[in-house]
């Protein structure tokens, strides 16, 4: 299975209508970026690297922001490296968490084994075989990871 090139397409722009501010990333081969910019455009944080096709979630501040799914396919596929990196939580533009498949299930190909998922050339299978949902509690400062026989919390 191999992931499409990114290209000035996959920039993501996205306006937050409560705080006024926009969450711009940048594909650039020399600098990739993810910006927070206020109504007034001045700069808030920036995270030095490119988003890809990862999904998101902002705080209700905006000051932190939850980075998950692999980088070139989001949330439809997952590499069974135990190394992949799932989720990752910023604040301000600096890293408070990042978790790897591998503090999730001990054995990822193991764990795909036993759930029956079909695994697809490069070690690849649907991300909903592997983790079930994920919800952050900005509260609690809290991921919660649903998998398909347990759950597990990681707090930053």
């Known amino acids: 299975m191999e992931p499409a090139e990114f290209d000035s397409n996959d920039n993501v722009k996205f306006f937050n209508a409560k705080t006024g501010n926009t969450l711009i990333s940048n594909f ?13 455009k001045k700069k808030l944080w920036t995270i030095p ?6 999904l998101f979630e902002l705080s209700p501040n905006d000051e ?6 692999d980088f070139y396919f989001g ?3 997952l590499q069974l490296n ?8 910023f604040d301000k533009g600096k890293l408070i968490l990042e978790v790897r498949l591998k503090e999730l299930y001990k054995d990822p190909k193991k764990a795909a084994a036993e759930l ?10 649907d991300w909903t075989g592997i983790i079930s949902s994920l919800k952050v509690d900005w509260m609690k400062s ?3 990871f649903q998998l398909k026989k347990s759950t597990v ?3 930053f």
Do not use: C
């Open 153 to 155: 919390v990681k707090n």
């Open 64 to 69: 932190k922001i939850l980075i998950y799914g």
């Open 75 to 77: 949330t439809r596929s």
């Open 28 to 40: 650039d081969d020399e600098s990739p970026s993810v910006t927070l910019h206020s109504k007034n």
């Open 82 to 89: 135990p190394d992949a990196v799932v989720a990752t939580v």
């Open 49 to 54: 690297q490119f988003m890809g096709r990862n």
């Open 116 to 125: 029956d998922l079909s695994i697809k050339g490069g070690n690849w299978v």
């Open 142 to 144: 809290s991921l919660q």
